[in-house]
């Protein structure tokens, strides 16, 4: 996972919505009820945790960011947040339900998390999720190798992106009945025009760049928007070229 220091609670909502915004499908396909209890992993800065709160389910959010779960509890102080690891979180309750969204592809120890989420939810517990996919972002990430190699430094990012026979393979080893999964493009529109890619690397490859000199930072990411340019700008705007795996599955 990244370093929890490395996220920037602000920039997140201010230049990065369309996060929380395209998990608005995600939520719907959850269909929480009332009276039920539901975890969301991976919780952010609250705004989806909100949103399924307002089916009137009992709904905590965790995150391993603590500046994420501080702007979460300021933004929505009637709802529970913990600052948790997906991978060693405890509850004394069982869940209806658990959901995640872009937040397991930061997590290369799937299996733990998978175990952490069936011990977490009661027999028949739903889970869906949606995060990065086979693929995800991969222009982005081999020009961010490139231009890195070429001051002398190596990526320090180590994402997780399967595939859907990979995710559901782990699902099924430990119990669960995967009942829909999908593997999509979604290229992806991010904000602030001609500092759209520069954001979106400030904020989810902080933990690659942070070792850079000032020099060497503005070398990187010139070669990267210069490789970029031809296939990911387009009218003024950067498009990051996502693809993303949903699952939605049942506990035994």
């Known amino acids: 996972m990244p370093k929890t220091e490395a996220w920037n ?96 592809h930061w997590i290369q120890d799937a299996e733990t998390v998978v175990i952490q989420i069936v011990k977490s939810l009661k027999p028949g517990g739903r889970l869906v999720v949606e995060f990065g996919g086979k693929d995800n972002v991969g222009a982005i990430v081999s020009s961010l190798q490139k231009a890195l190699q070429q001051v002398g430094h190596t990526s320090q990012t180590a994402w997780y992106y399967p595939s859907i026979g990979e995710y559901a393979s782990l699902l099924e080893k430990h119990g669960f009945r995967v009942t829909q999964a999908w593997h999509f493009d979604r290229p992806t529109k991010l904000e602030d025009g001609e500092l759209g890619l520069r954001n979106w690397l400030a904020m989810f490859a902080s933990s690659s760049l942070d070792q850079l000199s000032p020099e060497e930072y503005e070398a990187v990411l010139n070669q990267i928007e210069t490789q970029l340019r031809p296939t990911l700008y387009r009218e003024g705007d950067w498009y990051a070229d996502y693809k993303r795996i949903r699952i939605v599955a049942s506990k035994a």
Do not use: W
């Open 9 to 104: 609670a602000n920039l997140y909502d201010s230049k990065h919505a369309f996060v929380f915004a395209f998990g608005q499908e995600l939520v719907d396909l959850l269909q929480p009820q009332s009276e039920e209890r539901v975890l969301d992993i991976g919780c952010g800065t609250g705004h989806l945790t909100a949103k399924i709160a307002e089916s009137g389910a009992s709904v905590i959010g965790i995150d391993s960011s603590p500046t994420m779960i501080a702007k979460a509890q300021v933004t929505y102080p009637a709802l529970t947040f913990e600052v948790a690891d997906a991978r060693h979180f405890a509850f004394t309750q069982p869940f209806n339900a658990v959901f995640s969204n872009a937040a397991l």
